[in-house]
């Protein structure tokens, strides 16, 4: 059964050796259920001891005894039974604890590499955990005792051991042959189920536009399509299960059927004493239990198996921890060496044979028209993507291997689209750090000059937010989020299109935070298409179709800027990653 081939093929990754320091438990679990089944054939003896002694001897005293014995023996099973659960349950906590915090990194890779759907990963790990150590588990650990219970029926009759174990290997194959019938469906529905859930996610973080422009009933047909195929793959699924189902309940009551017949027969003929006929009918009910088990489990098992790839995909894309070495804190010495970048699937390249250097406590203006790679070279400055080839160094140290956490706490970076997190705006400018003070809070909203509007709010800095920010305004998200960019004082702050959403006023609180930036000694990069925006920078950089156009001191790139158009060279179109690729 292919859900259970991650037992014997597990990837060298967080998920595959959190599976395997799980084999100690597992083999402890396995040997609880070794005692529960023995102890389960005191109920067949139990049952034969009535018939076969107390109903002939008439005897109260050997009755009650018998009962207590059985009763004792079946409370210490329980017990057995309920740690066997415990051990498996610890084992889940245990796994989610190794892998939880993984996945929700790579999570953030996947959404940098623009990988759509990816937040079904941590709902894909708690069914996989629940289903590994829920009722189909512990129905496989009963699975290898089968042979006991036959074996012990075997000894009673063989023809009884023939029918059980011919009834085994039916139920078998009925679930083989019912989860062939419905793997495909269940496929396409499951992944028709993702596909609306992000439909809809994607609807109602967008839900202005769509409200303002009429779009719901289009966006409607869009989504109910692959609802539809949800609803129809899945009930095409539903009815091929539930007919192998009943196929699987008409034989299992059969083969119960014919055990009590074949009993009955061999009492008749004088073969086995009557009080074998119930001994046998518990007997091969255990033998069959766990198969039921399974069956009944099959979909949910599946759904474990897909959710089992889904994580596993996730994780071989994700890129490996950073090194744990601590680097000090950056003195802002910047170089941009060859980068050339394109996003996964793209054709040409967004950015080709980027080179520039900055010295501490400079400001670079990067300038350019749209679609000229401007956040882009944003995104590759602060480490977000890794370039095709090329590295971009702050202090000598590649930005996109550096700690995310220890980079984060020497920088800043303000998006072009500013989101802000449920929460305070105190929590929020301080990035939900434990260890960041309120002082450092308020000089970074004072540095940011956004202090008098943040008191001005209805609790000040213990304002909430909402999600995403939707209680304020654009302005004040971009202005909240330029304070929490210059946090703690950074020694490397990329600003993209930071004036884009401000007033007057906000526009020249910008400029004077971007003033208290230098003279604290960090290293800015402004990245618009206004030049205006750029007047306290020491050096321009001009980007057009993904190239370094023009680089250098301010005032010389601004004067070549205003030359006429027909005296400035044209930028070459960008090669595509083809070219790039095949010269490595």
């Known amino acids: 059964m292919k859900f259970l081939t991650f037992l014997t093929n597990l990837p060298d990754n967080v998920l595959g050796r959190a599976l395997r320091d799980g084999y100690k438990p597992a083999a402890v679990a396995f040997g609880f259920s070794l005692v529960s089944n023995l102890l389960y054939l005191a109920l067949p003896l139990y049952t034969f001891q009535i018939y076969g002694r107390v109903m002939i001897s008439q005897s109260m005293g050997t009755l009650w005894m018998l009962t207590l014995v059985t009763l004792i023996v079946f409370a210490i099973s329980s017990v057995i039974d309920d740690y066997r659960a415990r051990i498996l349950i610890n084992f889940g906590v245990t796994l989610d604890q190794r892998v939880s915090g993984r996945v929700f990194t790579s999570l953030f890779d996947a959404a940098v590499r623009g990988e759509p759907g990816r937040a079904q990963a941590l709902r894909d790990l708690d069914q996989f955990r629940q289903s590994l150590t829920g009722i189909a588990a512990a129905a496989f650990f009963d699975v290898p005792w089968i042979p006991v219970f036959l074996g012990v029926l075997f000894i009673i009759d063989p023809l009884v051991g023939v029918i059980t174990l011919s009834g085994a290997g039916i139920l078998f194959l009925l679930a083989v042959a019912q989860a062939r019938a419905t793997q495909s469906a269940l496929k396409d529905a499951n ?50 299960s539930n007919m192998y189902t009943d196929i699987i ?19 008749i003929k004088g073969e086995i004493h009557s009080g074998m006929l119930f001994a046998n009918m518990i007997l091969a009910s255990r033998a069959l239990q766990p198969i039921e088990k399974i069956v009944g489990s099959w979909d949910p098992l599946n759904n474990m198996f897909r959710a089992y790839v889904r994580l596993n995909q996730l994780l071989a894309k994700a890129e490996p921890p950073a090194s744990a070495t601590a680097l000090p804190r950056p003195l802002g010495k910047l170089s941009v060496e060859g980068v050339n970048f394109a996003p996964p699937g793209a054709q040409r390249l967004i950015l080709s044979n980027i080179n520039f250097a900055l010295d501490p406590n400079e400001v670079l203006g990067v300038i350019g028209p749209s679609g000229a790679g401007k956040s882009t070279l944003a995104r590759l400055l602060v480490g977000i993507w890794k370039p095709l080839q090329g590295v971009a160094r702050l202090d000598g140290a590649d930005v996109f291997t550096w700690d995310r956490a220890d980079f984060g706490r020497y920088s800043g970076y303000l998006p072009q689209d500013t989101e802000l997190f449920a929460g305070t705006v105190r929590n929020n400018i301080a990035r939900f750090r434990p260890d960041v003070t309120d002082e450092e809070v308020v000089t970074a909203a004072q540095l940011a000059g956004v202090h008098e509007l943040i008191l001005r709010m209805p609790k000040g800095y213990d304002t909430e937010v909402g999600e995403g920010g939707v209680v304020l305004s654009a302005g004040q998200r971009q202005r909240v989020g330029l304070a929490r960019a210059m946090l703690a004082n950074p020694a490397f702050v990329v600003l993209d299109e930071p004036n884009a959403n401000l007033d007057a006023e906000g526009e020249e609180a910008l400029m004077r935070a971007i003033d208290a930036m230098k003279a604290n000694g960090a290293t800015v990069v402004i990245i618009s298409h206004k030049p205006g925006v750029c007047r306290a920078a020491d050096k321009m950089l001009v980007l057009r179709e993904g190239r370094v156009e023009l680089f250098g001191p301010r005032d010389q790139v601004m004067a070549r800027l205003m030359k006429p158009a027909a005296t400035a060279p044209a930028a070459p179109a960008a090669p595509e990653v083809r070219a790039v690729e095949a010269g490595r």
């Open 191 to 240: 992944e028709a189920a993702l596909k609306s859930y992000a439909f809809t996610d994607a609807a109602l973080r967008n839900g202005e536009v769509v409200r303002a422009m009429g779009m719901l009933p289009t966006l409607g047909q869009a989504w109910a399509k692959h609802r539809g195929i949800t609803i129809e793959r899945g009930a095409v699924a539903a009815e091929a």
């Open 249 to 267: 309940k008409a034989v299992r009551m059969a083969i119960q059927v014919l055990i009590i017949a074949i009993g009955a027969f061999l009492i």
